[in-house]
């Protein structure tokens, strides 16, 4: 059986300043089940590594340890030098594009856009109108939009503000080739001038990416760790 991660091994580990990101012995336990361990890798400036796997293995759950939004099991993170501990620095830095679009569906395309600025610190919600097409549905409720354009809306928080890593999860879900064409061209930019993307996808996007991030499923066992319920150790 695979020892259980030690949180406290962050501490032992040597600092990392690089530029980029940096994940190192990475584990992460959700309801007591150790999703995934010992995942390395490193996110260079201007690059982008696609995250691939069968559904189950945590990919979901690597972009929320990534955000900050899920405390690591073990291993460290970092980006530029700083770690998710530094929460308020951290948020300043990475920007998450989840499952769900974050779309309040009582309020309009623009107002959805308003709020995110307020939240982000962003002044002006044009441009993120124009980047995918929604000036023409700016004043329609999000609860009459299509799934599309409501996934349109949730990928428009993207360009709010300036964040050096998107971690993206299934974004082009709902989306059609042309506006998928649209979306990568967007990423592209954001590479160009210097930020980072890990995208979880199924989708093969045109970017200039490095060799994918495969994730597999746990050793068996390993999703038992040290929890006596899980192991059948119920005296």
Not at 35 to 63: D, I, M, Q, T, Y
Not at 154 to 169: K, N, P, S, Y
Not at 187 to 192: E, G, K, M, Q, S
Request: glycine residues 10%; hydrophobic residues 45%; neutral net charge.
């Amino acid at each position: 059986m695979t020892p259980e991660p030690d949180p406290r091994a962050e501490s032992r580990l040597p600092p990392d300043t690089s530029p980029g990101l940096g994940v190192t012995d990475l584990a992460c336990r959700r309801d007591g089940r150790l999703v995934f361990s010992g995942l390395s890798f490193h996110l260079a400036p201007g690059e982008a590594r696609l995250l691939r796997g069968p559904n189950g293995v945590g990919k979901s759950s690597l972009l929320r340890v990534l955000a900050g939004l899920v405390p690591p099991a073990a291993g460290r993170v970092t980006l530029d030098g700083i770690t998710p501990r530094d929460a308020d620095a951290w948020a300043e830095q990475v920007a998450y594009a989840g499952h769900l679009d974050a779309v309040k569906p009582q309020l309009t395309v623009a107002e959805n856009l308003r709020f995110w600025s307020g939240i982000l610190g962003a002044r002006d919600i044009a441009p993120a109108l124009a980047s995918l097409d929604l000036a023409a549905i700016a004043d329609r409720t999000a609860a009459s939009c299509s799934a599309g354009q409501k996934r349109r809306l949730g990928l428009a928080r993207l360009l709010l503000a300036e964040r050096r890593l998107w971690l993206l999860d299934e974004p082009t879900v709902a989306l059609d080739a042309a506006t998928v064409a649209r979306f990568t061209r967007i990423v592209a930019a954001h590479l160009a001038g210097g930020g980072m993307a890990l995208i979880a996808t199924h989708v093969d996007l045109d970017l200039p990416a490095g060799p994918p991030l495969v994730m597999a499923p746990p050793a068996r066992g390993d999703d038992v760790g040290a929890d006596p319920f899980l192991a059948g150790n119920f005296a």
